[in-house]
């Protein structure tokens, strides 16, 4: 477990630098989870380091496979000094434990609903997860390990959210892709939903 989260540690390093902050959450019977903060310019990314020590189980599965499995980190990026999103990092902690604590398969396509916003005043309290690949190069593992995704995260708003529930995330993918939507504007209202 340690040798993996140092490799993954190094791969978000080699992608989007040095940290410059970090944060640890453990919650009971899971995992420590870490959020790692980097600032790139006029955005702030945030990144979890722990959710990939051990691999995602189908919760209909009767016994969990310790080694194979996929693997994910989250990644969350946002525009820096616009609104307090350092408040977000007990939020993603809890969704990089979702795994342990609930069973679930976290991946491209899938809903995270907190049910509160992702930080103070956001209009946002679900977030839908985006394909790996782009920001941060997934990190291939020995056989028979599946190789770690680092998953980016899109904020929705709640009226976005019961959208894509009934259309889904490739429609609402597309909406905001015809729209031109800032997606890393931690203030940006709905997109138009018909």
């Known amino acids: 477990m340690a040798e993996i989260l140092a490799l993954v540690e190094a791969r978000l390093r080699t992608a ?4 410059d902050a970090r944060a640890a959450v453990t919650f009971l019977g899971t995992d ?6 980097f ?3 006029d955005v702030v990314r945030y990144a979890t380091l722990g959710m990939s020590a051990q691999p ?3 919760p209909a599965d009767s016994l969990a496979d310790p080694v194979k499995g996929p693997r994910a980190e989250l990644v969350l990026s946002v525009r820096a000094g616009l609104a307090d999103t350092d408040q977000v990092l007990r939020k993603l902690a809890v969704l990089a434990a979702s795994p342990q604590v ?6 491209p396509g899938a809903s995270l609903d907190l049910g509160e916003p992702l930080w103070p005043g956001a209009p946002f309290g679900s977030v839908l997860v985006a394909e790996s690949g782009g920001l941060v190069e997934d990190l291939e593992l020995g056989a028979p390990m599946e190789a770690v995704r680092f998953l980016p ?12 529930r009934v259309r889904g995330a ?5 909406r905001w892709l015809s729209l031109g939507t800032d ?7 709905s997109v138009a939903l018909d």
Do not use: C, S
Request: hydrophobic content about 45%; cysteine-free; glycine content about 6%.
């Open 16 to 19: 989007l630098g040095e940290p």
């Open 32 to 37: 420590r989870i870490e959020v790692l903060r």
């Open 39 to 41: 600032i790139d310019g």
């Open 56 to 58: 995602m189980a189908d």
């Open 102 to 107: 609930e069973g679930v398969i976290v991946a």
């Open 153 to 164: 995260l899109l904020p929705m708003t709640h009226n976005e959210a019961a959208w894509k």
């Open 170 to 174: 490739q429609e609402l993918q597309e």
């Open 183 to 189: 997606l890393r504007d931690p203030l940006r209202a």
